[in-house]
């Protein structure tokens, strides 16, 4: 095993967990954000993703006007029911 080898697995994180973030602030409440809360809920359960995805409630992440906000690797996505299992696969990448 050679120095970079070594380094990767010390390094390495096991039980890597994705965190998502819904705004829960009033407007994001107003555009549903419950609804929304509860088909990622589903998603995740359909998938057996609960040891790799966790779901936070956030307050204001600025973008009020364009729908429920839901953050996870520093991008913020404009969510609605209809579009929630679409962004849910970009966030997770196929998974």
């Given at each position: 095993m050679n120095q970079s080898e070594l380094f990767r697995?010390?390094?390495k994180?096991?039980?890597v967990?994705?965190?998502i973030r819904i705004c829960v602030g009033s407007s994001c409440h107003v555009?549903?954000?419950y609804k929304v809360v509860k088909a990622l809920n589903q998603l995740i359960d359909q998938r057996e993703l609960k040891n790799e995805v966790e779901l936070v409630g956030s307050f204001c992440m600025g973008k009020c006007t364009e729908g429920v906000a839901v953050?996870?690797?520093d991008i913020i996505y404009a969510v609605s029911v209809e579009n929630v299992e679409e962004i849910f696969e970009k966030i997770l990448g196929g998974k």
């Amino acid at each position: 095993m050679n120095q970079s080898e070594l380094f990767r697995l010390f390094f390495k994180k096991e039980n890597v967990m994705k965190t998502i973030r819904i705004c829960v602030g009033s407007s994001c409440h107003v555009n549903g954000s419950y609804k929304v809360v509860k088909a990622l809920n589903q998603l995740i359960d359909q998938r057996e993703l609960k040891n790799e995805v966790e779901l936070v409630g956030s307050f204001c992440m600025g973008k009020c006007t364009e729908g429920v906000a839901v953050e996870c690797d520093d991008i913020i996505y404009a969510v609605s029911v209809e579009n929630v299992e679409e962004i849910f696969e970009k966030i997770l990448g196929g998974k």
